[in-house]
């Protein structure tokens, strides 16, 4: 199993940025895949950013493509999501998680407990 603790959410201004963290306990985070994704009020969760256990070629949503970059650290067993240019409609809470093989199905056990963004316009 793993556990996700997300951190660096806060309030930023439009076309401000903001580096969100999400730690993972255990000593097998390298197996895993692992993503962002993101739920506002009233609005259905949205996958955000996704890479692999070994990294490679990230997915994004066309919403973000551009403005946010996906990594990870496996000797530090974290991963983050440098936000840049956000706009009023990136404002959610900000979920990690983390598979075996990739997370985005969206059907993965393991998430993190979110972290707030707000972007003031």
């Known amino acids: 199993q793993v556990q996700l603790v997300e951190s660096g959410g806060g309030l930023v201004q439009a076309g401000g940025s903001l580096r969100l963290s999400c730690a993972a306990s255990g000593r097998t985070f390298s197996s895993y895949a692992m993503g962002w994704f993101r739920q506002a009020p009233g609005k259905e969760r949205q996958t955000v950013a996704a890479?692999?256990?070994?990294?490679?070629?990230?997915y994004y949503a066309d919403s973000v493509k551009g403005r946010f970059t996906i990594s990870r650290d496996n000797a530090k067993n974290t991963m983050y999501l440098q936000m840049d240019s956000l706009k009023p409609e990136d404002a959610a809470v900000y979920y990690c998680?983390?598979?075996?093989?990739?997370?985005?199905?969206?059907?993965?056990?393991?998430w993190g407990q979110g972290t707030q963004v707000t972007v003031s316009s």
């Open positions: 998680a983390a598979d075996r093989i990739t997370v985005l199905h969206g059907t993965t056990n393991y």
């Open positions: 890479i692999r256990r070994s990294g490679g070629t990230p």
